[in-house]
């Protein structure tokens, strides 16, 4: 399944299957792209996931820590997230403070046929009744 520009401005229906690979989006990612606070700190990480392969620039913002977001974002549109594997999530559980989500993302981008992965270790935050993405650290060599 290849997401990226040609879904970009689209909402999914519920029924669809979520580009997270999660399940159906309407009980995957769809609620919480929507506004609904995310459970855990792995549901947020497909939900940013979702966010990028869609074009949702403000659910990635809106959902980055304060203390560590950037003033805005930029999305390179032409790029195609075409599928999302959760490593591992450590913590971020409902009752945790923290939680770390190891993935892979693989994209392409039709423009020069390039291809790859982000490989990612992230650290989330659950502050304010939300979680929230903290930071990565990203790992070019996987």
Excluded at 98 to 119: K, N
């Amino acid at each position: 399944m290849s997401f990226g520009v040609a879904a970009q401005g689209r909402t999914p229906s519920a029924d669809a299957p979520c580009l997270c690979g999660g399940g159906a989006y309407g009980d995957c990612c769809g609620p919480v792209l929507a506004g609904a606070p995310a459970a855990t700190a792995e549901q947020l990480m497909r939900s940013r996931f979702t966010a990028f392969a869609l074009g949702h620039a403000r659910h990635v913002r809106d959902s980055w820590h304060p203390s560590t977001a950037p003033a805005s974002v930029d999305l390179d549109d032409g790029l195609r997230w075409d599928r999302l594997d959760i490593v591992r999530a450590d913590e971020g559980r409902p009752g945790d403070r923290r939680g770390v989500v190891e993935f892979v993302a693989s994209w392409r981008d039709p423009r020069t046929a390039e291809s790859g992965r982000l490989h990612e270790v992230s650290r989330f935050r659950f502050a304010l009744g939300r979680w929230y993405y903290l930071d990565g650290e990203v790992d070019a060599d996987r």
